[in-house]
């Protein structure tokens, strides 16, 4: 794919072409109209977070060159800097479709666990299919967001819409334990030195960030790790441990009075400096810049 044609697609640009749409400005956009939305023919690298249940019909699309498939019932959840690419839907498709800043997200979020299993497992699987029983239950959630979105006049509205949106991610999580309790009975070592390996990030990236210690936890060397996870995942060690660490930033950034230096402490980076380099490498800004969007 030539990168010099891949264009960002943005919150703005997609409230424009979304038909029937509520939202917070900027932040959050519901539509329950996917057959009126103008979906990206071309390469755009998503700068949202994007979750979509198919209701009737198909489609498909190219995510980072993986050619997928969403039919009636199937949930997809794609996260900010994927690229889509040759969105096409048949005639008769149709779904709901809910659109998150990344700013918003991290409103969301207070914990990295709260979503960590959801995020992680849509990076391989992003789209999933759900039973009857969780279909309504996340038709429940998107109509019960759109009453309150649109609650233009509820002083508490933006609070109301954070919650709702917790909670819906809980309940998709679960729906994660689901299909991971199936897979597991035909795991393959590979996803299971995966599993074990996210499990650890989870519990230590705050203080271990080095892809050997993790190899160790393991028992086995560090560049099988590595392999396996590339394999499985598509992404190396390094990415994951990162993605978690700049996600903790995130959080602590937005929803903590702390300064970057005790987040800096909290993390244990060797100082401030080196956590501001590392965050404009991983996020475009500079902590503080960050904070005050």
């Not at 060159?65 to 005639?91: E, G, P, Y």
């Not at 995020?119 to 699987?125: L, V």
């Not at 819906?168 to 070592?189: A, C, G, H, P």
Request: charged share 25%; with cysteine.
């Amino acid at each position: 794919m030539d990168k010099k044609k891949i264009i960002d697609l943005s919150m703005r640009v997609t409230q424009v072409t979304h038909s029937g749409t509520d939202f917070i400005d900027g932040d959050v956009l519901l539509s329950d109209r996917l057959n009126k939305a103008s979906m990206p023919t071309s390469p755009h690298r998503m700068t949202f977070i994007l979750v979509a249940l198919c209701t009737k019909g198909e489609c498909t699309l190219s995510l980072d060159t993986q050619q997928l498939t969403i039919r009636k019932n199937d949930v997809v959840i794609i996260s900010d800097r994927h690229i889509v690419d040759n969105f096409q839907s048949s005639d008769d498709a149709d779904g709901l479709v809910m659109i998150l800043s990344v700013n918003f997200f991290y409103e969301v979020v207070s914990n990295v666990s709260d979503v960590s299993m959801l995020f992680c497992f849509s990076r391989k699987h992003p789209v999933v299919t759900l039973t009857d029983s969780e279909v309504e239950l996340f038709r429940s959630y998107f109509f019960m967001l759109k009453e309150k979105v649109g609650a233009t006049d509820n002083h508490f509205r933006r609070d109301i819409v954070r919650t709702l949106i917790l909670a819906m991610f809980y309940d998709l999580s679960n729906v994660i334990v689901r299909i991971q309790e199936s897979e597991n009975r035909k795991q393959t070592r590979a996803d299971a030195i995966f599993t074990q390996f996210i499990k650890l990030v989870e519990h230590n990236f705050r203080i271990e960030r080095r892809v050997g210690w993790y190899a160790e936890q393991l028992c086995i060397t560090p560049k099988y790790l590595s392999e396996t996870v590339k394999t499985v995942s598509n992404r190396t060690p390094n990415d994951w441990i990162d993605s978690y660490v700049t996600l903790e930033m995130r959080v602590l950034l937005k929803t903590t009075t702390k300064s970057i230096k005790e987040i800096s402490d909290e993390l244990h980076f060797p100082n401030q400096s080196f956590l501001g380099k590392f965050f404009r490498e991983h996020v475009g800004v500079s902590p503080s810049a960050y904070r005050r969007q």
